[in-house]
Nanobody
Framework: VRLVESGGGLVQPGGSLRLSCAAS????????LGWYRRAPGKERELVAG???????TYSDSVKGRFTISRDNAENTVTLQMDSLNTDDTAIYYC?????????????WGQGTQVTVST
């Protein structure tokens, strides 16, 4: 399964973006999927995760502003991002949640750039 991210762009502080991750195959058997980001000069971090049965988790920095969802029928994972601020500027990637939920990481895609700026 390969993952392709899209939906990034330039947005002003306070704005919204909706990121999409399309899988080349079925995601039904993947226990956990997540959105990660890498900001300039920082390590990649997990910002949101969702299990196969829909349970979600968020980093403290995005809790209450971001919403992750998955559509097992369409093989997509979406990240709705609201109330964006400059600290959200990063390249965003999707992938599995890895061994913590018994999955293997998939190959990392190119990600989608999100820039929050005036």
């Amino acid at each position: 399964v390969r993952l392709v991210e899209s939906g990034g762009g330039l947005v002003q502080p306070g704005g919204s973006l909706r990121l999409s991750c399309a899988a080349s195959g079925s995601i039904f058997t993947i226990n956990g999927l997540g959105w990660y980001r890498r900001a300039p000069g920082k390590e990649r971090e997990l910002v949101a995760g969702i299990t196969r049965n829909g349970r979600t988790t968020y980093s403290d920095s995005v809790k209450g502003r971001f919403t992750i969802s998955r559509d097992n029928a369409e093989n997509t994972v979406t990240l709705q991002m609201d109330s964006l601020n400059t600290d959200d500027t990063a390249i965003y990637y999707c992938n599995t949640l890895g061994p913590r939920l018994g999955d293997m990481y998939l190959s990392w895609g190119q990600g989608t750039q999100v820039t929050v700026s005036t």
